[in-house]
């Protein structure tokens, strides 16, 4: 019979850590969506950030409080950006306030 300290030996999972920078490929973090890529992003793929800071972040190193990212398929990115209120063209070349 083995005693108690070999009883108690679990199976330890070896996981390799990689630099952030070499990861590859991506899943569509839409619920249910099974759509993926392997390599460089493609075309109409969009990523999402979510943050709670109370205040606006210049900087993305300064976010203190993450709460998802990921990436969208074309069709789910699309689902998104038409629940949003829309930015109007006019919106995006109007002159910032003061500087008309």
């Not at 030996?9 to 899943?27: L, T």
């Not at 950030?49 to 900087?59: A, S």
């Not at 949003?84 to 008309?100: D, F, H, K």
Request: charged fraction near 30%; include cysteine.
């Amino acid at each position: 019979m083995p005693n108690r300290h070999e009883r108690r030996r679990v199976n330890v999972a070896r996981v390799e850590m990689i630099e952030a920078n070499r990861i590859k490929g991506c899943i569509c973090c839409w619920n249910g969506c099974d759509k993926a890529y392997d390599d460089e992003m493609p075309k109409g793929w969009q990523c999402i950030l979510m943050f709670g800071d109370p205040e606006p972040v210049l900087d993305i190193l300064e976010i203190k409080d993450w709460k998802r990212d990921g990436a969208l398929c074309p069709e789910h990115a699309e689902a998104v950006q038409s629940l949003l209120i829309p930015l109007g063209l006019e919106v995006m070349t109007r002159p910032s306030e003061g500087q008309a």
